[in-house]
């Protein structure tokens, strides 16, 4: 089984020359998803670095599993692989079934793309479709774990979360 040293070099060479939205190397967002899930253990921390690895690049399930990638790893990657043909919603709902580590991924992943400084540099339009999708997401994502858990994430990945985070407490 690979480390997650060497995950990572296999998601660097994976991603290479892709940029997300904003214009950035795409590696940044897998590794800013990879470090919240850092009190997690290694094996949410590499399918943080391999979160869209099947849906970005060549990369498939199978060929993850021949080179070295644990059985759990593969299927939380293919749980928050989006399929076209699914709807978003319909798609995190499913993600809440795939088991708590599922849900930490995807929250995590979520939390990356809702950061403030990642927002600002998108078109208004854009950024207010998204902002308004991904807290969509975070309710039905977020009822499914631990405040504790989402807690963890958000504190690591985007701090901005823990105030909608106290108000979910609060309701």
């Known amino acids: 089984m690979k480390t997650v040293q060497e995950v990572d070099a296999l998601v660097g060479g994976a991603h290479a020359g892709q940029v997300d939205k904003i ?5 940044e967002h897998v590794r800013a998803v990879a ?17 869209d690895i099947i849906e970005d690049t060549t990369w498939t399930a199978e060929q993850l599993r021949e ?13 928050v692989t989006n399929e076209r043909s699914v709807p978003y919603e319909e798609k995190v709902a499913r993600i809440t079934g795939c088991g708590r580590d599922a849900v930490l991924l995807k929250i995590a992943d979520n939390a ?9 540099q998108l078109p208004e339009e854009k950024r207010v479709r ?11 994502l977020w009822a499914a774990v631990e405040d504790r858990d989402i807690e963890a994430i ?18």
């Open 23 to 27: 214009g950035v190397p795409y590696i």
């Open 35 to 51: 470090a919240g899930l850092v009190p997690f253990g290694d094996q949410l921390v590499m399918a943080g670095l391999l979160h």
């Open 67 to 79: 080179a070295g990638i644990s059985d759990h790893v593969v299927a939380l990657v293919e749980a």
């Open 112 to 120: 990356h793309n809702s950061h403030p400084q990642r927002a600002a």
């Open 130 to 140: 998204l902002a308004a999708k991904y807290r969509a997401a975070r309710r039905i």
């Open 154 to 171: 958000v504190t690591i990945v985007n701090p901005s979360l823990l105030a909608e985070l106290r108000e979910r407490q609060a309701e």
